[in-house]
């Protein structure tokens, strides 16, 4: 079997806030590190956008692990939004799975750069309501999910402004985001794993999201 790391690293970036700072007492070094639940490759629990939406203590652990379909939409060109109809055209999604969005975007526009935010594809109300559907428990991505996000911040900004965020979460839905390397994925079907810190009653964590390929038993 092959593991397949998708975590954007934790460091310094343009994007995020991200504060390391180390002491020494002794023969020992600890460092205490600053950064918000929602930077980084992250997963988001229902409270991060939904009044009322479960917090992540409240959502099962197997929601953030599972089988795994790597949806390829890598022809979706910059700032186009993806359809309902371009997710069916990936196929090969079956209920409970986790579903991976690979657009490729990292490969036009580095992840460090701004273009990565302000030239990605996202999805709309009717693809995020078709992975609805479709019954998946979580959804993963490579790219700033709703066209808003380029936008942030902005306190103008509702609910129904990130489409994504309200219908998937909405339905309790764990969406994973920021991942990186999908593209390194070789086959259409892996065991994907985005474990949270336990943080107890708060809206997302950081989370470590790896890929296993080769052949497994159906968990």
């Known amino acids: 079997m092959r593991l ?36 980084f490759t992250h997963a988001d629990a229902p409270s991060h956008m939904i009044p009322g ?54 490969l036009r ?28 428990k979580a959804v993963g991505y490579d790219f700033p999910q709703d066209e808003v996000i380029r936008r942030l911040p902005d306190p103008e900004l509702r609910l129904s402004d990130f489409p994504a965020h309200e219908v998937l979460l909405g339905a309790g839905i764990v969406q994973v985001e920021y991942l990186v390397n999908l593209h390194r994925l070789r086959e259409p079907r892996v065991l994907f794993f985005a474990l949270p810190l336990a943080l107890g009653a708060l809206d997302g964590s950081p989370v470590r999201a790896v890929a296993l390929e080769g052949e497994f038993e159906r968990a």
């Open 4 to 39: 397949v790391d998708l975590t954007l690293p934790v460091q310094p970036h343009w994007r995020f806030q991200f504060e390391a700072v180390s002491q020494r007492s002794g023969p020992a070094t600890a460092t205490r590190i600053s950064l918000l639940t929602h930077a």
């Open 53 to 106: 939406g479960a917090a992540l203590d409240q959502v099962p652990l197997d929601r953030f692990w599972g089988e795994a379909a790597v949806l390829d939409l890598d022809d979706t060109a910059d700032s186009e939004a993806i359809t309902a109809e371009r997710l069916a055209r990936a196929g090969h999604l079956r209920r409970g799975d986790v579903a991976l969005l690979r657009s490729g975007l990292e």
């Open 109 to 136: 526009h580095p992840i460090g750069s701004r273009e990565f935010w302000t030239r990605s594809p996202y999805l709309d109300r009717g693809a995020a309501a078709w992975l609805r559907d479709a019954g998946v």
